[in-house]
């Protein structure tokens, strides 16, 4: 079974930029017609989606967030990155890594991670 | 972009209920529509997909329905385990969205 764990720093500056790393396990990440997306939640609040990234590097992004935003893939890896520049404390929350089924349901979820944004 | 609207935001309910939340997509998108448990601080689960398929390893007291713009997700007979805060989220358009939740207490 595949399993997901996010990675980084838990705490950023104001304007600077948010890195997150999420490492796949029990799979290659290129197997499969799989998207990978990023998910986060603010505390007490609901789900925003991110963007996802395609195993051939092809992205989608929030429209709401597209301009900060990057997703890469590296499949020597077996990871996906986040890249979140210019941040607010608007973006303090917790960011999960997630698979798409195929379905475009996410049925694997890494554990997330807690990223707070302070001077 | 495509809102999801779920109702109610929140619900009290006892052991044994059976309990009903809605979603409401402000667009069409057929049965493009997941359901999601989430427990205080864990990931979100897989429930349902595709608006009615039970995910692996779900029991069968979940159970979704609907198509179009309105969804029903239901519990059959609610469980201590159950008590959680679930999410709809449509996969219609490439811009996922996710409804606003709906947390499910004990009465």
């Known amino acids: 079974q595949v399993q997901l764990q996010e990675s980084g720093p838990g705490l950023v500056k104001p304007s600077q930029t948010l890195s997150l790393t999420c490492t796949v396990s029990?799979?290659?990440?290129?197997?499969?017609?799989?998207?990978w997306s990023w998910i986060r939640q603010s505390t007490g609040k609901g789900l925003e989606w991110i963007g996802r990234?395609?195993?051939?590097?092809?992205?989608n992004y929030n429209p709401s967030l597209k301009s900060r935003v990057t997703i890469s893939i590296d499949t020597a890896k077996n990871q996906i990155s986040l890249s979140l520049s210019s941040v607010t404390a608007a973006d303090t929350a917790v960011y999960y890594c997630?698979?798409?089924?195929?379905?475009?349901?996410?049925?694997?979820w890494g554990q997330g991670t807690l990223v707070t944004v302070s001077s | 972009d495509v809102q999801m609207t779920q109702s109610p935001p929140s619900l009290s309910a006892s052991v044994g209920d059976r309990v009903t939340i809605t979603c409401r997509a402000s667009?069409?998108?057929?049965?493009?529509l997941n359901w999601y448990q989430q427990k205080p601080g864990k990931a979100p689960k897989l429930l349902i997909y595709a608006a009615s398929r039970l995910q692996s390893g779900v029991p069968s007291r979940f159970s979704g329905s609907g198509s179009g713009t309105d969804f029903t997700l239901t519990i059959s007979s609610l469980q201590p385990e159950d008590f959680a805060t679930y999410y709809c989220?449509?996969?219609?358009?490439?811009?996922?969205?996710f409804g606003g939740g709906t947390k499910v207490e004990i009465k």
């Open positions: 989220q449509q996969s219609y358009s490439t811009f996922l969205t």
């Open positions: 990234i395609y195993t051939s590097g092809s992205t």
């Open positions: 667009q069409g998108i057929s049965r493009n």
């Open positions: 997630a698979r798409d089924s195929g379905a475009v349901a996410f049925d694997s």
């Open positions: 029990g799979g290659s990440i290129s197997s499969g017609s799989h998207y």
